[in-house]
T-cell receptor
Framework: AQTVTQSQPEMSVQEAETVTLSCTYD???????LFWYKQPPSRQMILVIR??????QNATENRFSVNFQKAAKSFSLKISDSQLGDAAMYFC????????????FGGGTRVLVKP | NAGVMQNPRHLVRRRGQEARLRCSPM?????VYWYRQLPEEGLKFMVY????????ESGMPKERFSAEFPKEGPSILRIQQVVRGDSAAYFC???????????FGSGTRLTVV
């Protein structure tokens, strides 16, 4: 069974600074997707970024970028120029392509942004 | 185009009552997924449905929980004889197909008193 581990329960960052969230996963598959979701206090799950395992290039979306290390099964998220609106829970998730659309989530990291 | 609509947003039930959670997928989406989020935890997959069919229910508890997605109307997650441990946020998501991205609803927070 696939597992996703987020080892940092909480991270704090100064506004305008950079923070990196770690995520590791365990799978024997080679073709899969990885995701980062943001969950603000409103509870809405918002897709931040998505990475396909067969693509070596790291995905980037504005201030959000990932460091995907397939051999190490590591998928970290970097938030640059942090803003107050980035404060939220962040969840890493995995999806095996041949297993339908089922997502396996990590336990989450809470990001606090200090003004 | 409205997103995934879940109702109610909050639901309070006494122990032993039934809870019915509703999910209307995005227009054009025929695949629905239910997840449960316990306090301070990530989301856990429960069940995957297409119209009138359960495709994967590997995450559903064996007793008291059931789900359906009828030809007409919303998907329903039903919890019979609720217990305090059922208190959680229940999220629905929908997609147009198995290779398509998800859209999540805002969840239903169930509190069992």
């Amino acid at each position: 069974a696939q597992t996703v581990t987020q080892s940092q329960p909480e991270m704090s960052v100064q506004e305008a600074e950079t923070v990196t969230l770690s995520c590791t996963y365990d799978t024997s598959e080679s073709d899969y997707y990885l995701f980062w979701y943001k969950q603000p206090p409103s509870r809405q799950m918002i897709l931040v970024i998505r990475q396909e395992a067969y693509k070596q290039q790291n995905a980037t979306e504005n201030r959000f970028s990932v460091n995907f290390q397939k051999a190490a099964k590591s998928f970290s998220l970097k938030i640059s120029d942090s803003q107050l609106g980035d404060a939220a829970m962040y969840f890493c998730a995995y999806r095996f392509k041949a297993a339908g659309n089922k997502l396996t989530f990590g336990g989450g990291t809470r990001v606090l942004v200090k003004p | 185009n409205a997103g995934v609509m879940q109702n109610p947003r909050h639901l309070v039930r006494r122990r032993g009552q039934e809870a019915r959670l509703r999910c209307s997928p995005m227009k054009g989406h025929s695949h629905v997924y239910w997840y449960r989020q316990l306090p301070e935890e990530g989301l856990k997959f429960m069940v995957y449905l297409q119209k009138e069919n359960i495709i994967d229910e590997s995450g559903m508890p064996k007793e008291r929980f059931s789900a359906e997605f009828p030809k007409e109307g919303p998907s329903i997650l039903r919890i019979q004889q609720v217990v305090r441990g059922d208190s959680a946020a229940y999220f629905c998501a929908s997609s147009a197909g198995t290779g398509s991205g998800y859209t999540f609803g805002s969840g239903t927070r169930l509190t069992v008193v």
